[in-house]
């Protein structure tokens, strides 16, 4: 079993940055895929973006070039650095683990996550 735990959301406004962290425990996080997604109200959780046990990353569109995910095993923590951030970056930020598969159609879709934390709300006012 692993445990993940979100932190560093909060509300900060268009523009600014936020250092999302996952900390993990129960189990190494080296050999697992991380994802990270979102769920704003009303709306499907979506990818955000995703680090596989050897570093290859994927971004959701709308997040590329403004969002970096990172990992540090060492510290079995998973990170996603947040800029430029705009309104709709607004949503329940969620990370997640999984070793199922690090093809990107695996590790984009959240169907294939086998564990998940309780999320940390980000707002981004206008």
């Known amino acids: 079993q692993v445990q993940l735990v979100e932190s560093g959301g909060g509300l900060v406004q268009a523009g600014g940055s936020l250092r999302l962290s996952c900390a993990a425990s129960?189990?190494?996080?080296?050999?697992?895929?991380m994802g990270w997604f979102r769920q704003a109200p009303g709306k499907e959780r979506e990818f955000v973006a995703a680090?596989?046990?050897?570093?290859?990353?994927y971004y959701a569109d709308s997040v590329k070039g403004r969002f970096t995910i990172s990992r540090d095993n060492a510290k079995n923590t998973a990170y996603l650095q947040m800029n430029s951030l705009k309104p709709e970056d607004t949503a329940v930020y969620y990370c997640?683990?999984?070793?199922?598969?690090?093809?990107?159609?695996?590790?984009?879709?959240?169907?294939?996550?086998?564990?998940w934390g309780r999320g940390t709300q980000v707002t981004v006012s206008s």
């Open positions: 129960g189990r190494y996080l080296s050999t697992y895929d």
């Open positions: 680090i596989s046990w050897s570093r290859t990353t």
């Open positions: 997640a683990a999984q070793r199922r598969g690090s093809t990107r159609a695996t590790m984009t879709d959240n169907a294939e996550y086998e564990y």
